[in-house]
């Protein structure tokens, strides 16, 4: 079976498609993504789609929900990479790709996801500061 690489570079894990997406190989990733997320603890995920010159109403779900799953397993994402047409295409199909951060290549998607990161630890600490504040009252 098909599959498309994932790369562990510190704590993110790096996916660059250079195939045509089909549905099968799209739930393929899915599936594979969020095990590695499991496997490896990643705090983030950046998917490189520059190789891409399509993505259909389907592939732009998957991509959707592979953002939406990794944030419930406490990893941030970024797709990099994206063309004008698929863009255009995401747009005109009326698909939203929230949760999903963007970047115009590999580079800024790093810097983006490493900033994202580091915010997101730092409200986490800050909640966390709050709630012992809140338990030393009580």
Same mark, same amino acid.
């Given at each position: ?21 089909? $549905?099968?190989? &799209?739930?393929?990733?899915? =599936?594979?993504?969020?095990? +590695? *997320?499991?496997?490896?603890? %990643?705090?983030?995920?950046?998917? $490189?789609?520059? &190789?891409?010159d399509?993505? =259909?109403?389907?592939?732009? +779900? *998957?991509?959707?929900?592979? %953002? ?22 995401l ?48």
């Open positions: 079976m098909e599959r498309i690489p994932i790369l562990q570079m510190g704590e993110f894990l790096l996916v660059t498609i250079q195939v045509d997406m089909h $549905d099968r190989l &799209a739930m393929t990733l899915q =599936d594979d993504l969020t095990n +590695r *997320i499991s496997q490896t603890n %990643a705090s983030g995920v950046l998917i $490189d789609i520059s &190789a891409l399509i993505v =259909d109403s389907f592939i732009g +779900r *998957i991509l959707g929900n592979i %953002a939406k799953m990794s944030q419930v397993m406490d990893a941030e994402t970024v797709v990099v990479g994206m063309q004008p047409a698929v863009a255009i295409t747009v005109e199909l009326g698909l939203s790709l929230t949760g999903i951060r963007t970047a115009l290549n590999v580079e800024k998607g790093m810097t983006l996801l490493q900033a994202t990161v580091a915010k997101s630890a730092n409200d986490r600490f800050i909640s966390t500061e709050w709630d012992m504040e809140d338990d030393a009252e009580d």
